[in-house]
Structure formats: C-alpha cells, structure tokens
C-alpha cells in the first residue's frame, strides 16, 4: 500500500512517512522507567496522540499499557463521582488487556451501577489491587484530557491519582501516569476550586515536567522525506526542502504534514521544488483547516490574545516572557507564541501570516480607505510576474499622505506601519504573503518579508530619528540583505518632523541599492 502524508488522526509508520521518534520514545521511557507521573501540554495538532499510540507500543513489552481517551467520556459522565466511576470502569474493560478476574469482576459491577454506585475510593482501592495482582508493572495514558478540566470530579480523580501516587513506597501503584492534552490541568484545578480553596496545592503538583522537544528539528524533517525520496524518485533536493519546511513551520508537526501532503498529492508540475513549496503553501494558507479554525475561535473566546497579538505584530513592542501573565500563558498554551532569549515571538511563520491577514481583515473592516486605495491601484504593481515593490512604495507615500499626512506622532508610530501592510494586502493577495522577522522586530525598526511567487522583497519600516539613525538603518539593511542574498533593499520610513520632505529615493551602499520612501 503506498503511504502518504498524514494530518487526520494518529500516523501509523506502516501506512504514513513520519519523522523518526525513536529519539523521543527513548526520553519518555526514561521517565516512566523513572515511575514519574507527568502531562503532555501541547497545542493542537502537535502530535500528541501519534506520539501516545507510538509509546504504547514501545512499553508493552516490559509494562501493562492501557491507553484511555476521555472523548469517549460524555459530558454527563463527569456530572456525578458515580457516573464518572462508572465510565471509566467501562473504559478499562474496553482497553485493558488483562484484567485478573476478581478485579474485572468488580470493574463490570461499577460499569453497571450495581449492586451500588461506586465512589471513586472504591474504584481506586481496586485500582490498587490490578496494580498488585498484575504481572507487569502497569502504565495508565489518557488522551484528550481537556473534555474534563471543567469538572470537579476530574480534580477529585486527580487528588485521588496524587494521594497514591504518595504511597507508592508502601502500596502498589500505577508506575507511571501520563496525561496528554492542550490545557495544563496544574492552571485548571485551580481555577476550577472554589475561591477559598485557592491555597490549597494542585492535585496535579506531582507531575514532572515533560521537557521533550515534539517540534521537528530540520534533520526530522530531512528523514522523513528522504524515506519519501527512497520510494518516489522525484529527484528533490532533501536538505533545501527540509530547510525552507522548518523555516516557514517552526518543526510544527501537522503544518509540515500538511504542506508535505499538498506537494504529494496536489501540486502537479515542479512539486518538490521552491516553486512547488511556494505553491503548497499559498493553498495553505487559504486552507480552512481544523487547526486554523481553532486558532481563530481560541481569539474570539479569550479577547486578552488579541491585545498581546496586536502589539506584537504591528507595534514592534517586546514583549518580556512572563508565566505570571494570563495572556502570555494562554498565547503559548494555544501555540500562537513561543519563548525565545525571554521574549515572546510568534511560533512560526504560517501562524504570523495568517494572523497578519486576520488582524488586517479587521483593520480593513474599521477603516478600508486605505485597503481600497491599494485594492484600486493593484494591478499597476505587478509586470512579467514580478512585484514592483518601488512602484508599491511610491504609491502608499502618495496615497498615505493625501490621507493621514496631518496626523499626530503617535497615529505614525502605532498605526504606520499597519497601514502599509493594509495597502499591500489587496496587491498580494491569493499569490504573495508577508511576515516580519523576528531578529529585527523592536518598536523602532521591523524588516517585512514581502514573498511574491516566491520571490522574497526586503521592506525595512523604521520611525525617523534623524539622518545619523538613519545611515544607521541603511547599513543595517545592508547587512541584513546578505542573509537572502539580495542586491537591492527597501526602506519606509514614518518621520514625525513637520519639514519632512516624503517621497522616494535611491542610495547605494557598497553593492547594495537602497530604495528609500519617507511619508
């Protein structure tokens, strides 16, 4: 059977081409060797149930693995201690595969309800006896964990799981449990006590902390296509494609899967190639996919990502890692951000992109002026092909001018920069996207990658500070144009001094032209 690339459910090594995780396996089986109990915290589409399933198999040698997902739990399941109880005793008899006989015997009474409804100290004072009467130490895995973080009862389990896992020096217990889910259920069972309760500690406060890389590393990603290249023959170049994968995903598992899948399965001509990526990933960003879909409802359902995504995005404003901060915990829990030197930055490019449109769909909503005069201009800017970048830049000035060039300094600071991308938005739109890289992302100065049918255009938006900053910037840009290996360079600057001259210019710079626009 010929294996494809997987994005729907778990990825089975015999059916789809996967990144080798023998590496992760081996880290996780340290820590059940250990007999720690821990969470994977992930966002979604991160790989958590592949790398479960995976594990699973990897221990049932030596251990008794029973592998439980709480979708199978219904809401009404967690109404009461008894409904749950029984749930989840049903769910072990399902998925158990070895049960001593007095023990299923009990299990298939709390399961029925009878000949009484159980409480959770019954069900884990049997739980205790499997735990002696197995012949292999046993390993309890539960997915999706997050349709129960609403539950008082899952907090109950929880102290339950805490108060034996306490015990294990006298008693048998499970050797390791392992939880896997988007939210951290140490923040949930606090916020889920009642107010007086706070103080208390978290029944989860066992846990070890789950310090295994699930992001693709580049040489992941150069596996799992050389596996590919062994079986098609296509003739791609493994490392460059392995290279501008990670460079647009961040090794996010399924954003990689996903373009891999469009360049196997929907890019006829060139497919593994630039060209052939470039396209993969315009259709992924026009791809209405679960993940996105998440994404966006995660930012109508906690307002405070928006406000942290906003300054992040078109502010230029760092922002200090800080885990005492909601938005913050919640930005990198739902994998919008990650922490790099301390700093906020956005996970991945295909997240920054897609944010950028989002955010600029609203900002065209609120005042489209601007939007329209770029949307009423866009078919001048593009000849052969090719974006006109200067043509873009003379245009915005003139345009940019006539309509806010009687603004305050702190419009130009705060909302220059989102204009012009909301001017070039309409003219890049379906073929081209834009991002903002991270090494030159401070209030002052933010370089925009325009990505034209695969032609990347340098744009460096900077506040005025005077000419001397200014030669600054140029030799900076300069520098920074060798990293893509470019010979010409654009600069838009927005200056406060009431003299200004606006316009655009040339200057060179060693073997590098600059093209300048003031508004």
Request: contains cysteine.
């Amino acid at each position: 059977m010929r294996k494809v690339f997987n994005t729907d459910g778990y990825c089975d090594p015999e059916l789809h081409y996967m990144v080798d995780l023998s590496s992760r396996l081996n880290e996780i089986r340290s820590m059940v060797d250990a007999g720690q109990y821990f969470t994977v915290n992930r966002a979604r589409q991160y790989g958590k149930t592949t790398i479960l399933t995976a594990l699973a198999a990897f221990l049932e040698e030596e251990y008794e693995v029973i592998s439980l997902d709480f979708q199978t739990i219904s809401y009404a399941d967690f109404a009461s201690e008894q409904n749950f109880v029984a749930a989840f005793s049903g769910e072990l008899l399902e998925n158990a595969a070895h049960i001593p006989a007095e023990v299923k015997a009990k299990l298939e009474q709390y399961a029925a309800g009878h000949p009484y409804r159980a409480t959770l100290s019954a069900l884990f004072r049997t739980l205790t006896e499997f735990c002696r009467q197995s012949d292999k130490k046993i390993v309890l895995l539960i997915d999706e964990i997050d349709t129960a973080t609403n539950n008082q009862v899952f907090i109950d389990f929880l102290a339950q799981l805490r108060a034996y896992y306490l015990k294990r020096r006298r008693m048998p217990v499970f050797q390791s449990v392992i939880l896997a889910g988007v939210y951290d259920v140490r923040n949930i069972s606090r916020k889920i006590r009642p107010e007086e309760d706070h103080k208390e500690n978290s029944p989860w406060n066992i846990a070890a902390d789950f310090l295994v890389e699930m992001n693709f590393s580049v040489k992941d990603i150069e596996g799992m296509l050389s596996a590919y290249e062994n079986d098609r023959h296509t003739g791609m170049d493994v490392s460059g494609i392995a290279a501008l994968l990670f460079d647009y995903t961040a090794g996010y598992p399924y954003l990689v899967s996903r373009l891999c899948k469009f360049m196997d399965e929907r890019i006829m001509c060139n497919a593994w190639t630039k060209e052939g990526f470039m396209a993969a990933l315009k259709m992924l960003m026009e791809d209405d996919n679960p993940l996105f879909q998440s994404l966006m409802n995660k930012l109508n359902d906690f307002p405070e990502l928006n406000q942290l995504l906003v300054k992040l995005l078109f502010q230029g404003q760092s922002i200090a890692y800080n885990v005492d901060s909601i938005a913050v915990q919640h930005a990198r829990m739902f994998g919008f951000v990650k922490a790099a030197d301390s700093m906020v930055l956005p996970a991945n490019r295909i997240y920054e992109m897609r944010l950028y449109n989002k955010f600029l769909l609203d900002y065209k909503e609120q005042n489209s002026v601007i939007y329209t005069e770029g949307l009423r201009q866009r078919n001048q800017f593009i000849v052969d092909g090719h974006l006109h970048v200067r043509l873009v830049l003379e245009k915005f000035v003139e345009a940019f001018d006539s309509l806010y060039g009687d603004q305050n300094e702190t419009f130009l600071e705060d909302a220059g920069r989102k204009y012009f991308m909301l001017f070039l938005k309409p003219i890049i739109n379906g073929t081209g996207n834009c991002y903002v890289e991270a090494q030159t992302r401070n209030r002052e100065r933010m370089d925009l990658v325009i990505d034209y049918q695969g032609e990347q255009s340098i744009v460096e938006m900077k506040i005025w500070h005077g000419n001397s900053y200014n030669e600054r910037g140029e030799k900076q840009l300069s520098e920074y144009l060798d990293h893509f290996h470019l010979k010409k360079g654009y600069m838009l600057s927005f200056n406060f001094n009431k003299k200004k001259e606006i316009g655009v210019k040339e200057v060179v710079i060693g073997d590098k032209l600059l093209i300048e626009a003031v508004v």
